[in-house]
């Protein structure tokens, strides 16, 4: 596989995994065709083509110094001149996969975030809500992320000849998926309960041993789970704080996520939505290991850095 080749592959889990299914990214894509026919000359110019092809603009290729077979790939959540120099030092590095967006795709980061009114839409909260809501959020993150010095990873990789890709929203998905598809399947009664399944999970049961394992944000361990909505997994970055009172009216009783901000935290409480924390590098740590294990199988190397913790699933399926 090259470089070009294992992007492609993130993409297609990610599609694979997507709540939306993949006709709801066919649509998404088609309607993204039909905004950039409507645009003028100067406009469809200006207009980032990847966008018609790829639904996951914060996961994209931002190097390629030799498009050659992939043998060992350095993998880590963030990647920033650092781990290049690492990857220099250790020899032999073949690609570079970031998990977290830099370049163009933290430039985009805010694009992908429409997908959380489809989870959300999926567990009850009806899509005008959640599209209303969240439209400021998007706007704002998008201003967020536009003052970074978005080229500095891309250029130390360009200087050193590294080839560069990450993969963010498809291996959130994974990751989102995974949890799913573990919690459906399983009579959860109690808060304490679902943690006590999630500890179970390596990636998880190795945060615990620094101090960041699961953890009940809001709720008390004796709290009945509810529904429990894996609505803050994927889907870019943290949603709006105003979307908690409508996912309780949805009848969610337990969002599961990643990170919390204390402005987020605050409105679940009054909306008595218990949250459950999984954690964040863990979190996407599960992801990219979903995406890891396709690569060993085509007997890539993995070496791990900045913040990856690397278990294989491989043998296990
Ligand atoms: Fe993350």
């Known amino acids: 596989m090259k470089t070009q080749d294992i992007q492609n592959l ?63 790939v350095l993998v880590g959540i963030d990647i920033s001149p650092e781990e290049v120099l690492i990857a220099k030092e250790l020899g032999n590095i073949d690609l570079i996969i970031a998990h977290h967006p830099i370049g163009k795709g933290l430039a985009q980061l805010a694009d992908v975030m429409s997908l959380q009114c489809d989870v959300l839409s999926y567990y ?24 970074a010095n978005h080229q500095r990873t891309v250029d130390a990789a360009k200087l050193l000849n590294f080839n560069l890709m990450n993969s963010h929203t498809p291996c959130d998905n994974l990751a989102a998926k995974f949890l799913k598809d573990l919690i459906e399947n399983k009579n959860i009664d109690r808060v304490s309960d679902l943690i006590n399944i999630l500890k179970e999970i390596p990636e998880y049961k190795e945060a615990v041993k620094i101090g960041v394992g699961p953890k009940i944000f809001v709720g008390s361990p004796e709290n009945h789970c509810g529904k429990i909505a894996l609505a803050e997994i994927t889907g870019g970055t943290e949603g709006s704080h105003k979307l908690y009172e409508k996912m309780a009216q949805a009848g969610i009783g337990t969002a599961v996520g990643m990170h919390i901000s204390e402005e987020h935290k605050k409105e679940a409480e009054i909306a008595n939505v218990n949250i459950v924390i999984a954690g964040h590098i863990s979190s996407d740590s599960l992801g990219v290991n979903l995406f890891m294990d396709e690569l060993e199988k085509q007997g890539i190397e993995i070496v791990p850095c900045s913040g990856f913790t690397r278990f294989s699933r491989v043998n296990n399926c």
């Open 124 to 147: 009850g909260v009806p899509i005008n809500i959640s599209e209303g809501l969240m439209r400021e959020r998007i706007s704002e993150v998008a201003r967020e992320v536009n003052s």
């Open 10 to 72: 993130s993409i297609e889990m990610g599609i694979s995994s997507d709540f939306r299914g993949s006709e709801g990214i066919s649509k998404f894509l088609i309607h993204k065709k039909q905004k950039f026919q409507k645009l003028s000359l100067p406009e469809q110019d200006e207009f980032d083509k990847e966008a018609l092809e790829n639904p996951y603009l914060d996961s994209r290729v931002y190097n390629i110094a030799e498009d050659k077979e992939i043998k060992r």
